[in-house]
């Protein structure tokens, strides 16, 4: 009975975190370290022993942050007609059953860092920090957005660090297009919660500029990591596959602002999972063939 109960409840809580959404992180983050592994001098096989620690630490690490993200939230959630029906202010889960799932998770991230190398160690309560401070953002900034994109940023980064044991600043350009473009997704996530966010008193870009500026704030965010994904094909000096994986990513972000309007919110679901779903596995399948080709001397 036991057993039975303590599985229910991991399973609900893995729904609560939306732990199949890791997809729109974790390409970006084995790309860092794929490009780390491009470079010369690495070990061929010792990718293949370090990716899945660093597939344990970045979905544990995620699962830290979309915990704590939940308790904390529990009470505004519960007030917010579309959010009302989560686990926690719902009733399904208690919250000391997600404390302690956070634990474990945080535990679980620890021991994968440590297992990565020594710096990735020292650098863990660092990166738990930043993941979890988002949640108290939306209480006293309108650009809450942008300090969650550099909590999924920060992954490509980690990974970098994880592969060689030190920070090379070109990862840095994948760390800010992956903050631009989670910045870019949130806001038009968040324009559902406008009336919401106004009647609470948080804060958001929908909130402070209207859904129609908000929209605005979001293309620009996405032009600039576009910008940025250019910016790191030249520093890393990638090939023709790596720019067909942009130009992927620019149509499907043009399709993504078009299914969503001021006027028309009906699509942002779609937008929202389905579309940032393709951009970031087209971009991985992308990436990694250029940096598989070149690592095995095609290019």
């Not at 202010?89 to 302690?100: D, V």
Request: charged share 15%; proline share 3%.
């Amino acid at each position: 009975m036991f057993l039975h109960s303590f599985w229910r409840k991991t399973r609900l809580t893995l729904e609560m975190i939306k732990f199949e959404h890791s997809v729109f992180a974790l390409p970006f983050a084995l790309t860092g370290a794929f490009l780390a592994w491009r470079e010369p001098g690495f070990p061929p096989a010792a990718l293949w022993v370090k990716l899945p620690l660093i597939i344990v630490a970045m979905v544990a690490a995620r699962s830290v942050a979309m915990s704590f993200n939940r308790i904390l939230d529990s009470g505004i959630d519960g007030r917010n007609p579309r959010t009302s029906t989560r686990h926690l202010p719902a009733g399904l889960l208690t919250r000391n059953f997600s404390w302690g799932f956070l634990a474990i998770a945080a535990v679980v991230f620890f021991l994968a860092a440590g297992a990565l190398n020594a710096l990735c160690l020292r650098l863990a309560p660092v990166a738990l920090g930043i993941v979890m401070v988002y949640s108290f953002t939306k209480r006293f900034t309108s650009f809450s957005h942008v300090v969650l994109g550099f909590s999924l940023g920060i992954a490509p980064a980690a990974a970098w660090i994880a592969i060689s044991g030190s920070l090379d600043l070109r990862i840095l350009w994948l760390t800010a297009a992956v903050a631009f473009w989670t910045a870019g997704f949130d806001v038009i996530y968040s324009c559902q919660d406008y009336e919401f966010d106004c009647r609470e008193g948080l804060f958001s870009l929908p909130r402070r500029f209207g859904i129609g500026g908000a929209l605005w704030f979001a293309r620009v965010f996405h032009l600039a990591m576009i910008a940025c994904l250019l910016a790191l094909v030249q520093a890393f000096h990638l090939g023709a596959l790596s720019l067909a994986g942009v130009a992927a990513i620019v149509a499907l972000l043009i399709y993504e602002h078009r299914l969503v309007k001021a006027g028309d919110l009906s699509r942002v679901d779609a937008a929202f999972f389905t579309v940032n779903g393709y951009v970031s596995v087209l971009f991985f399948v992308f990436w990694a063939f250029d940096i598989f080709l070149h690592r095995l001397g095609y290019l």
